[in-house]
């Protein structure tokens, strides 16, 4: 739909994303092919982003490379060791930007104490304050 948002996975963060997502189709990885026909297709509308893991750093890097200035959802940054530096460096666009950074059990667990608001607001301001000195 051309009036709509759409977000696909492209290549996921957990550990057993490999042994699907990088199946060869046509002599490249699943993804990929996910990225190219998403970018090339199905983006006419510049209605399209892609989910693509931060603890595949690699892969980032080579997604960007296919589909350009694309946003991308990123998760994987905190409880499950996505790396920011990796990230920011490897998925930005040209100026910086095109990346929404997820930190879900990072930022929602930051406290199990009765701070946890606060404690929450503390990690959230952290990982943002991470993802622009890494932008630079």
Known sequence: RSDRGCIFLCHTSNPGARDF????VDGAPLYQHVARTIAEEWNVDGNC?????ATFPEELEVIRGI????????????AQGGD???VVRN???ADG??????????IL???????????????????RDDINRYRD
């Not at 589909?67 to 940054?77: A, E, R």
């Open 49 to 53: 982003a892609l989910v693509v893991g």
């Open 67 to 78: 589909v350009g200035d694309m946003p991308l959802l990123i998760p994987g940054v905190g």
């Open 91 to 93: 998925g930005r666009t």
């Open 109 to 127: 667990y930051a406290s199990m104490a009765a701070d946890y608001a606060e404690a929450a607001a503390r990690a959230a301001r952290a990982l």
């Open 84 to 86: 920011v530096a990796a």
């Open 21 to 24: 997502q990088e199946l060869l």
């Open 97 to 106: 930007t095109g990346l929404v950074v997820n930190s879900s059990r990072g």
